[in-house]
Protein backbone atom coordinates (compact mmCIF):
# COMPACT_ATOMS: atom_id res chain seq x y z
CA UNK A 1 0.00 0.00 0.00
CA UNK A 2 2.51 2.31 0.81
CA UNK A 3 4.33 1.46 -2.82
CA UNK A 4 0.83 3.27 -4.03
CA UNK A 5 1.80 6.81 -2.34
CA UNK A 6 5.29 6.55 -3.35
CA UNK A 7 6.33 9.83 -5.18
CA UNK A 8 7.10 9.88 -8.99
CA UNK A 9 10.55 10.32 -10.18
CA UNK A 10 11.03 14.07 -11.90
CA UNK A 11 10.64 13.84 -15.02
CA UNK A 12 13.44 15.89 -17.14
CA UNK A 13 12.92 17.68 -19.89
CA UNK A 14 14.96 18.91 -23.06
CA UNK A 15 14.16 22.24 -24.89
CA UNK A 16 16.35 23.97 -27.71
CA UNK A 17 19.10 21.47 -27.12
CA UNK A 18 19.19 22.39 -23.44
CA UNK A 19 18.29 20.45 -20.14
CA UNK A 20 15.95 22.03 -17.97
CA UNK A 21 14.82 21.74 -14.78
CA UNK A 22 13.28 18.68 -13.89
CA UNK A 23 9.60 18.86 -12.97
CA UNK A 24 8.38 18.74 -9.17
CA UNK A 25 12.47 20.11 -8.32
CA UNK A 26 12.44 23.58 -6.66
CA UNK A 27 15.13 25.82 -8.46
CA UNK A 28 18.13 26.85 -6.02
CA UNK A 29 18.87 30.34 -5.40
CA UNK A 30 21.81 31.48 -7.07
CA UNK A 31 24.89 31.78 -5.35
CA UNK A 32 25.88 35.05 -3.93
CA UNK A 33 28.01 37.40 -6.32
CA UNK A 34 31.08 38.08 -6.08
CA UNK A 35 31.82 42.13 -5.72
CA UNK A 36 34.05 44.31 -7.14
CA UNK A 37 34.27 48.37 -6.85
CA UNK A 38 36.32 50.69 -9.33
CA UNK A 39 36.92 54.79 -9.42
CA UNK A 40 37.97 55.53 -13.28
CA UNK A 41 40.27 58.38 -12.95
CA UNK A 42 38.23 60.12 -16.16
CA UNK A 43 34.80 60.57 -17.38
CA UNK A 44 33.44 57.10 -18.21
CA UNK A 45 30.22 56.05 -20.43
CA UNK A 46 29.68 52.69 -20.08
CA UNK A 47 26.98 52.46 -22.70
CA UNK A 48 29.72 53.95 -25.51
CA UNK A 49 32.30 51.94 -23.52
CA UNK A 50 30.40 48.53 -23.92
CA UNK A 51 28.75 49.19 -26.85
CA UNK A 52 30.93 47.66 -29.50
CA UNK A 53 30.45 43.95 -27.52
CA UNK A 54 26.43 43.97 -28.65
CA UNK A 55 25.32 42.03 -31.86
CA UNK A 56 22.40 43.50 -32.36
CA UNK A 57 19.44 43.90 -30.02
CA UNK A 58 18.38 40.33 -29.40
CA UNK A 59 22.36 39.46 -28.32
CA UNK A 60 21.66 36.77 -26.02
CA UNK A 61 24.77 37.57 -24.52
CA UNK A 62 24.74 40.88 -23.87
CA UNK A 63 21.94 42.71 -22.41
CA UNK A 64 21.42 46.94 -21.24
CA UNK A 65 18.41 47.52 -18.84
CA UNK A 66 16.44 50.17 -17.86
CA UNK A 67 18.00 50.70 -14.69
CA UNK A 68 21.31 51.78 -16.60
CA UNK A 69 22.71 48.01 -15.74
CA UNK A 70 24.86 45.82 -18.19
CA UNK A 71 24.77 42.56 -18.17
CA UNK A 72 27.55 39.67 -20.33
CA UNK A 73 27.56 36.31 -20.59
CA UNK A 74 30.61 35.38 -21.01
CA UNK A 75 32.80 31.71 -21.04
CA UNK A 76 36.39 32.34 -19.66
CA UNK A 77 39.30 30.36 -19.02
CA UNK A 78 37.89 29.34 -15.87
CA UNK A 79 34.32 28.73 -17.08
CA UNK A 80 31.37 30.59 -17.47
CA UNK A 81 30.33 33.76 -15.91
CA UNK A 82 27.69 36.08 -15.83
CA UNK A 83 28.92 40.12 -15.44
CA UNK A 84 26.64 42.77 -13.76
CA UNK A 85 28.01 46.90 -14.46
CA UNK A 86 26.18 49.63 -13.01
CA UNK A 87 27.87 53.17 -12.34
CA UNK A 88 26.84 54.94 -9.00
CA UNK A 89 28.08 58.55 -9.18
CA UNK A 90 32.03 58.67 -9.66
CA UNK A 91 32.17 54.63 -9.08
CA UNK A 92 31.81 51.56 -11.01
CA UNK A 93 30.10 48.09 -9.03
CA UNK A 94 31.22 44.63 -11.39
CA UNK A 95 28.94 42.04 -9.76
CA UNK A 96 29.98 38.18 -11.11
CA UNK A 97 28.43 34.58 -10.91
CA UNK A 98 30.18 31.24 -11.89
CA UNK A 99 32.99 29.99 -12.10
CA UNK A 100 34.13 32.49 -13.97
CA UNK A 101 33.21 35.38 -11.81
CA UNK A 102 36.77 35.57 -10.63
CA UNK A 103 38.48 36.07 -13.70
CA UNK A 104 35.82 38.66 -15.10
CA UNK A 105 36.32 40.81 -11.66
CA UNK A 106 40.05 40.76 -12.05
CA UNK A 107 39.84 42.39 -15.62
CA UNK A 108 36.67 44.42 -14.50
CA UNK A 109 38.83 47.70 -15.18
CA UNK A 110 40.49 46.75 -18.19
CA UNK A 111 37.02 45.84 -20.04
CA UNK A 112 36.08 49.36 -19.13
CA UNK A 113 38.81 51.00 -20.92
CA UNK A 114 41.58 51.38 -17.70
CA UNK A 115 44.10 50.64 -19.98
CA UNK A 116 42.85 53.03 -22.51
CA UNK A 117 44.57 56.63 -22.77
CA UNK A 118 41.95 58.94 -24.39
CA UNK A 119 44.54 62.00 -23.90
CA UNK A 120 46.86 60.14 -26.45
CA UNK A 121 44.55 61.66 -29.08
CA UNK A 122 45.32 65.07 -30.37
CA UNK A 123 42.08 66.04 -32.63
CA UNK A 124 43.42 67.49 -35.78
CA UNK A 125 40.03 68.13 -37.52
CA UNK A 126 36.60 70.19 -35.81
CA UNK A 127 35.16 67.03 -36.27
CA UNK A 128 37.04 65.09 -34.28
CA UNK A 129 37.56 67.97 -31.67
CA UNK A 130 33.75 68.23 -31.20
CA UNK A 131 32.98 64.73 -30.76
CA UNK A 132 35.82 64.10 -28.35
CA UNK A 133 34.24 66.86 -26.35
CA UNK A 134 30.84 65.71 -26.44
CA UNK A 135 32.07 62.43 -25.52
CA UNK A 136 34.12 62.70 -22.81
CA UNK A 137 33.33 59.17 -21.78
CA UNK A 138 34.41 57.05 -24.44
CA UNK A 139 37.24 54.91 -23.58
CA UNK A 140 38.48 51.20 -25.66
CA UNK A 141 37.14 48.20 -24.16
CA UNK A 142 39.58 45.46 -23.67
CA UNK A 143 37.45 41.90 -22.94
CA UNK A 144 41.03 39.34 -23.28
CA UNK A 145 39.19 36.56 -24.94
CA UNK A 146 39.22 36.21 -28.56
CA UNK A 147 37.03 33.31 -29.27
CA UNK A 148 33.74 35.27 -28.14
CA UNK A 149 34.98 38.53 -30.80
CA UNK A 150 36.13 36.53 -33.20
CA UNK A 151 33.07 34.17 -33.97
CA UNK A 152 30.38 37.12 -34.08
CA UNK A 153 33.04 38.45 -36.56
CA UNK A 154 33.48 35.73 -38.83
CA UNK A 155 29.33 35.42 -38.95
CA UNK A 156 29.49 39.18 -40.27
CA UNK A 157 31.37 38.22 -43.33
CA UNK A 158 29.67 39.95 -46.61
CA UNK A 159 26.09 39.67 -45.22
CA UNK A 160 23.99 42.27 -43.53
CA UNK A 161 24.04 43.02 -40.02
CA UNK A 162 20.39 41.82 -39.52
CA UNK A 163 21.18 38.12 -40.75
CA UNK A 164 24.86 38.01 -38.76
CA UNK A 165 23.05 39.00 -35.79
CA UNK A 166 20.34 36.73 -36.31
CA UNK A 167 22.66 33.73 -36.89
CA UNK A 168 24.48 34.34 -33.66
CA UNK A 169 20.94 34.71 -31.97
CA UNK A 170 20.24 31.49 -32.86
CA UNK A 171 22.90 29.84 -32.53
CA UNK A 172 24.06 30.91 -29.40
CA UNK A 173 20.56 30.16 -27.90
CA UNK A 174 20.37 26.86 -29.12
CA UNK A 175 24.16 25.65 -28.18
CA UNK A 176 24.82 28.49 -25.46
CA UNK A 177 24.53 27.26 -21.89
CA UNK A 178 22.22 29.40 -19.15
CA UNK A 179 24.47 32.02 -17.47
CA UNK A 180 25.16 31.32 -14.33
CA UNK A 181 23.17 33.77 -11.57
CA UNK A 182 19.99 36.21 -11.99
CA UNK A 183 20.72 37.03 -15.31
CA UNK A 184 17.83 38.55 -17.28
CA UNK A 185 16.09 36.17 -19.31
CA UNK A 186 16.96 34.67 -22.71
CA UNK A 187 20.69 35.60 -21.93
CA UNK A 188 23.24 32.69 -22.42
CA UNK A 189 26.53 31.72 -22.82
CA UNK A 190 28.50 31.30 -26.17
CA UNK A 191 28.68 27.77 -26.54
CA UNK A 192 32.43 26.05 -26.29
CA UNK A 193 34.80 25.06 -29.25
CA UNK A 194 33.70 21.67 -28.67
CA UNK A 195 30.02 22.87 -29.00
CA UNK A 196 30.90 24.73 -32.14
CA UNK A 197 32.24 22.19 -33.85
CA UNK A 198 29.51 19.58 -33.53
CA UNK A 199 27.18 21.49 -34.40
CA UNK A 200 25.29 20.18 -37.25
CA UNK A 201 25.49 21.57 -40.96
CA UNK A 202 21.76 21.78 -41.48
CA UNK A 203 21.57 24.18 -37.77
CA UNK A 204 24.44 26.58 -39.69
CA UNK A 205 21.83 26.50 -43.05
CA UNK A 206 18.59 26.92 -40.64
CA UNK A 207 20.57 30.03 -39.01
CA UNK A 208 21.64 31.39 -42.27
CA UNK A 209 25.26 30.97 -42.08
CA UNK A 210 26.95 29.84 -45.60
CA UNK A 211 29.28 27.04 -45.86
CA UNK A 212 32.24 29.35 -46.41
CA UNK A 213 31.76 31.05 -43.14
CA UNK A 214 30.87 28.18 -40.87
CA UNK A 215 33.62 26.04 -42.18
CA UNK A 216 35.80 29.04 -40.94
CA UNK A 217 34.49 29.02 -37.43
CA UNK A 218 35.10 25.67 -37.65
CA UNK A 219 39.06 25.91 -38.13
CA UNK A 220 38.99 28.64 -35.67
CA UNK A 221 37.28 25.98 -32.90
CA UNK A 222 39.27 23.43 -33.39
CA UNK A 223 42.66 25.66 -32.53
CA UNK A 224 40.46 27.65 -30.12
CA UNK A 225 43.37 27.48 -27.57
CA UNK A 226 46.25 28.81 -29.82
CA UNK A 227 43.95 31.56 -30.63
CA UNK A 228 43.23 32.88 -26.99
CA UNK A 229 46.47 32.87 -26.90
CA UNK A 230 46.62 35.76 -28.48
CA UNK A 231 44.97 37.83 -25.82
CA UNK A 232 48.23 37.84 -24.39
CA UNK A 233 50.11 39.27 -27.81
CA UNK A 234 50.58 42.61 -29.16
CA UNK A 235 47.47 43.68 -31.44
CA UNK A 236 49.63 43.23 -34.89
CA UNK A 237 50.89 39.78 -33.55
CA UNK A 238 47.85 38.30 -32.83
CA UNK A 239 46.15 39.60 -35.64
CA UNK A 240 49.25 37.43 -37.80
CA UNK A 241 48.04 34.55 -35.48
CA UNK A 242 44.32 34.93 -36.30
CA UNK A 243 44.58 35.24 -40.03
CA UNK A 244 46.48 32.19 -40.18
CA UNK A 245 43.15 30.42 -40.33
CA UNK A 246 41.86 30.12 -43.51
CA UNK A 247 38.73 32.21 -44.48
CA UNK A 248 39.99 34.76 -41.56
CA UNK A 249 41.32 38.25 -43.08
CA UNK A 250 41.87 41.92 -42.60
CA UNK A 251 38.94 42.69 -41.69
CA UNK A 252 38.00 40.08 -39.55
CA UNK A 253 40.88 39.54 -37.65
CA UNK A 254 41.02 43.67 -36.59
CA UNK A 255 37.33 43.16 -35.46
CA UNK A 256 38.65 41.34 -33.67
CA UNK A 257 41.44 42.70 -31.94
CA UNK A 258 40.11 46.18 -31.57
CA UNK A 259 38.00 44.42 -28.88
CA UNK A 260 39.50 41.19 -27.47
CA UNK A 261 43.00 43.89 -26.78
CA UNK A 262 41.18 47.11 -26.91
CA UNK A 263 43.98 48.53 -29.64
CA UNK A 264 43.67 51.96 -30.20
CA UNK A 265 45.40 51.92 -33.90
CA UNK A 266 43.84 49.01 -35.47
CA UNK A 267 41.30 50.75 -37.87
CA UNK A 268 38.97 48.01 -40.36
CA UNK A 269 40.04 47.93 -43.82
CA UNK A 270 38.31 46.16 -46.63
CA UNK A 271 34.63 47.40 -44.79
CA UNK A 272 31.60 48.56 -47.26
CA UNK A 273 31.11 51.94 -45.76
CA UNK A 274 33.51 52.99 -43.65
CA UNK A 275 35.84 54.73 -45.93
CA UNK A 276 33.33 56.51 -47.32
CA UNK A 277 32.13 57.99 -43.62
CA UNK A 278 35.98 58.69 -42.68
CA UNK A 279 36.20 60.19 -46.14
CA UNK A 280 33.18 62.37 -45.94
CA UNK A 281 33.68 63.21 -42.57
CA UNK A 282 37.68 64.43 -43.12
CA UNK A 283 37.41 65.37 -46.59
CA UNK A 284 34.51 65.56 -48.18
CA UNK A 285 35.38 62.75 -50.15
CA UNK A 286 32.26 60.24 -49.80
CA UNK A 287 33.73 58.02 -53.21
CA UNK A 288 37.61 57.32 -50.73
CA UNK A 289 38.36 53.39 -50.71
CA UNK A 290 40.38 52.13 -47.90
CA UNK A 291 43.83 53.91 -49.58
CA UNK A 292 42.46 57.04 -49.29
CA UNK A 293 40.80 56.69 -45.52
CA UNK A 294 44.63 55.32 -44.46
CA UNK A 295 45.94 58.99 -46.00
CA UNK A 296 43.56 60.36 -43.84
CA UNK A 297 43.96 58.86 -40.95
CA UNK A 298 48.16 58.91 -40.89
CA UNK A 299 48.09 61.90 -38.82
CA UNK A 300 46.55 59.94 -36.07
CA UNK A 301 48.89 57.18 -36.01
CA UNK A 302 48.75 54.83 -32.93
CA UNK A 303 44.94 56.21 -32.81
CA UNK A 304 43.45 55.08 -35.57
CA UNK A 305 40.58 53.75 -34.18
CA UNK A 306 39.93 55.70 -31.99
CA UNK A 307 39.79 58.34 -34.94
CA UNK A 308 37.32 56.28 -36.58
CA UNK A 309 35.03 55.88 -33.82
CA UNK A 310 34.77 59.30 -33.27
CA UNK A 311 34.06 59.92 -36.50
CA UNK A 312 30.72 56.73 -36.46
CA UNK A 313 29.89 58.73 -33.15
CA UNK A 314 29.73 62.05 -34.80
CA UNK A 315 26.67 60.88 -37.26
CA UNK A 316 28.33 62.85 -40.18
CA UNK A 317 27.61 60.43 -42.70
CA UNK A 318 26.92 61.17 -46.71
CA UNK A 319 23.87 61.50 -47.93
CA UNK A 320 22.41 58.27 -49.93
CA UNK A 321 22.29 57.97 -53.26
CA UNK A 322 19.78 55.50 -53.91
CA UNK A 323 16.44 53.97 -51.64
CA UNK A 324 18.00 52.93 -48.41
CA UNK A 325 19.53 49.11 -48.68
CA UNK A 326 20.01 46.58 -45.76
CA UNK A 327 23.56 48.04 -44.18
CA UNK A 328 26.76 45.64 -44.93
CA UNK A 329 29.57 45.50 -42.58
CA UNK A 330 31.97 44.21 -45.22
CA UNK A 331 32.51 44.03 -48.48
CA UNK A 332 35.58 41.62 -48.78
CA UNK A 333 37.84 39.71 -46.36
Known amino acids: MAGRFAP ?11 TAVP ?14 SWVPDGPLDLGLVLAPLRRGPGDPAFRAL ?37 WLLERLPDLLGAADDPAAFVPRHKVLALTGHRRPGLRLLRTGLVLESLIPSVLEQKVTTDEAYRAWRLLVRKY ?14 M ?7 LIPSWEWH ?8 ASTVLRAARVAA ?35 HGSADEVTVGD ?47 ARRAPKRPRWDIGRL
Not at 24 to 32: I, S
Not at 176 to 189: F, L, N, Q, Y
Open 176 to 189: GEPPPGPAPERMSV
Open 206 to 213: RAGVDDKR
Open 272 to 318: LHLPGIVGWALAGDRDADDAAMLELLEPYAGQRHRAARLILLSGRTP
Open 66 to 102: PDGSFWRASLTPTGPGTLRVTRHGGEVRGEAWGPGAD
Open 8 to 18: RPARTTVRGGR
Open 226 to 260: RLEEAAGMAPAAARARLELVPGIGPWTSTETVQRS
Open 191 to 197: PSPRTWA
Open 23 to 36: TGVPRQAPAPALVR
